[in-house]
């Protein structure tokens, strides 16, 4: 069975900043060798990609969206991807994913096309 847990969300102001966290866990699942994402979903809207990075990081992708100030990083000896999130803005309001898969690393996902989620962790963003 495998773990996500995400933590950092919270209420800010547009222009401050946030950095999401999410911790892995699980016997059958190896971090270091996951690509690893976040999503966010708005209220009526569909689940969106919002950035992945591969299993050493030399390999990362943004949506268009929060490109330039969005970072996604990830630290693979505490089995933790972050997103920090600077410049909010309120159409960032959003429940956040993590999520992870095994199949290898691509520019961009569909919801669907990942294996693992974790529960959300809400981010508001006041004007």
């Known amino acids: 069975q495998v773990q996500l847990v995400e933590s950092g969300g919270g209420l800010v102001q547009a222009g401050d900043s946030l950095r999401l966290s999410c911790a892995a866990s699980?016997?059958?699942?190896?971090?270091?060798?996951?690509?690893m994402g976040w999503f966010r979903q708005a209220p009526g809207k569909e689940r969106e990609f919002v950035a992945a990075?591969?299993?050493?990081?030399?390999?990362?992708s943004y949506a268009d969206s929060v490109k330039g100030r969005f970072t996604i990083s990830r630290d693979n000896a505490k089995n933790t991807v972050y997103l920090q999130m600077n410049s909010l803005k309120a159409e960032d309001t959003a429940v956040y994913y993590c999520?992870?898969?095994?199949?290898?690393?691509?520019?961009?996902?569909?919801?669907?096309?990942?294996?693992?989620w974790g529960q959300g962790t809400q981010v508001t963003v006041s004007s």
């Open positions: 990075i591969n299993w050493s990081g030399g390999k990362i």
């Open positions: 699980g016997r059958t699942f190896t971090f270091s060798s996951a690509t």
């Open positions: 999520a992870a898969t095994t199949k290898g690393y691509k520019s961009s996902y569909y919801w669907y096309e990942l294996d693992y």
